[in-house]
């Protein structure tokens, strides 16, 4: 991999780095072009712009930017507004330590992101909603720049039956990978769970024993967990439990405390499919238990919706996960586990359909801010003078067989054989 973590942050590999600029051979070349050597050179894109989230304000904006870095490009790098204190840590850091000529950070809100992306770049990286998404292609659009668009989407999670040994820790990596990122604010946390109906109680239960020991069991005592980013992303998110038959169907929490931004962790059972909760990326504290005759029908539900990010499915059951690999589409599947899939690096991260595309981290990032260079280099000797005109039979039999590198009617053909064979047919 290109990259580790370390105790200061993210550092880059130069050996590694080395061997990712270095040009790399292709196989052999067919042999109607001997002799001849091919290549693949990895070369900048040019100028990249990098638009970073809010609920991971770090590593989402630098994780992209050492990947445009090591692949040679000059990077300006806009940080979120709703994230202004690491906004700040950045744009004062940044500049103490690499050139200012090679990365730049930029400060400010809408006005700023709409006046970057009024200029001319050679590639866009966005991390964030789906709705901005479609705003960042549009103006890319106008001077044809690539695009990397991260996004998000209703990632869900499948749990399978499992024992009592296995059912408890799928419990609390299902609780962590909700609630524990930043309340649910995350593009890659679980959005909902899809259960058999048989086991939904004890999941239920399971849910609120977990969520009791690591966030606590009432509003006055929450603890670990983080507030909503903004007002406007508060009102959004408790909004959605504004419809009655979402309310109905509440089994745990439903609190909030307006003046802190703070929801409590919610837990609903069967909310209406039609449902903002449902059709929407829930991006908070709320989680939505889905209960099915036989779990499945988790793939049906899964493909009649936009392709997620993630797919989580706990099971054991060998012959399931087969089917929900070759059946399913998503940016990546998580068998037993949930949102781990972000830090390892010898993994691409990337959505697929509404849920993005492009794909980052290791060598993949690399990948994603370099054009690969086509290179091939032939000598000046044996050339082949039917592919010039003036055109007749023998040279247009000389291109078609050599367009299929047919080498045995070529042979034939020089050797005047294989006029011999077609008229004896």
């Known amino acids: 991999m290109i990259f580790c973590k370390t105790k200061g942050g993210w550092t880059i590999h130069l050996d590694f780095l080395q061997l990712l600029t270095t040009p790399f051979k292709q196989g052999q070349m067919p042999l109607l072009f001997f002799p001849a050597r091919a290549e693949v050179l990895p070369e900048p894109l040019g100028l990249v712009l990098v638009l970073a989230s809010w609920n991971f304000p770090i590593s989402l904006a630098l994780d992209p930017v050492i990947g445009a870095i090591s692949a040679g490009n000059t990077v300006v790098l806009k940080p979120s507004e709703l994230s202004p204190a690491s906004s700040s840590f950045l744009a004062n850091t940044i500049p103490r330590y690499l050139d200012s000529a090679a990365l730049k950070v930029i400060e400010g809100g809408h006005d700023a992101a709409e006046q970057l992306l009024q200029q001319k770049w050679d590639k866009i990286f966005f991390t964030g909603s789906s709705r901005v998404g479609r705003i960042i292609m549009a103006a890319a659009a106008n001077h044809l720049t690539p695009v990397t668009l991260e996004l998000g989407g209703k990632c869900p999670t499948i749990l399978d039956s499992l024992s009592i040994s296995d059912l408890e820790v799928a419990i609390k990596r299902i609780v962590g990978g909700k609630w524990g990122l930043c309340s649910g604010q995350a593009c890659i946390g679980i959005d909902y769970v899809l259960v058999e109906e048989k086991f939904a109680s004890i999941l239920v239960e399971l849910l609120k024993k977990c969520i009791k020991a690591f966030f606590g069991d009432s509003m006055p005592n929450l603890k670990n967990l983080?507030?909503?980013v903004s007002k406007s992303h508060f009102d959004r998110v408790s909004n959605l439990l504004g419809d009655p038959r979402v309310a109905a169907s509440i089994v745990h929490g439903g609190s909030w405390d307006e003046q802190n931004l703070m929801i409590e962790p919610t837990i609903l059972l069967d909310p209406p499919l039609d449902a903002d909760i449902m059709s929407e990326e829930i991006f908070g504290p709320l989680l939505p238990i889905i209960t099915l005759n036989k779990i499945e029908e988790s793939i049906e539900f899964i493909n009649l919706r936009p392709k997620p990010l993630a797919i989580y499915?706990?099971?054991?059951?060998?012959?399931f996960k087969k089917k929900l690999l070759s059946e399913t589409s998503s940016g990546s599947i998580t068998f037993n586990d949930a949102v781990v899939q972000f830090v390892a690096d010898s993994l691409p991260f990337g959505g697929v359909g509404q849920s993005g595309f492009g794909r980052y981290h290791?060598?993949?990032?690399?990948?994603?801010?370099?054009?690969?260079?086509?290179?091939?280099q032939r000598s000046f000797y044996l050339e082949l003078e039917p592919r010039y005109p003036p055109w007749n039979d023998f040279k247009l039999d000389f291109i078609k067989l050599a367009?299929?590198?047919?080498?045995?009617?070529?042979?034939?053909?020089?050797?005047?054989?294989?006029?011999i064979f077609k008229r004896s047919n």
């Open 226 to 228: 983080c507030r909503i």
């Open 313 to 319: 499915a706990f099971t054991k059951n060998e012959r």
């Open 362 to 376: 290791g060598k993949y990032s690399f990948d994603t801010f370099s054009h690969e260079k086509a290179v091939l």
């Open 403 to 419: 367009y299929k590198f047919d080498y045995l009617g070529l042979l034939l053909l020089l050797s005047g054989l294989r006029r």
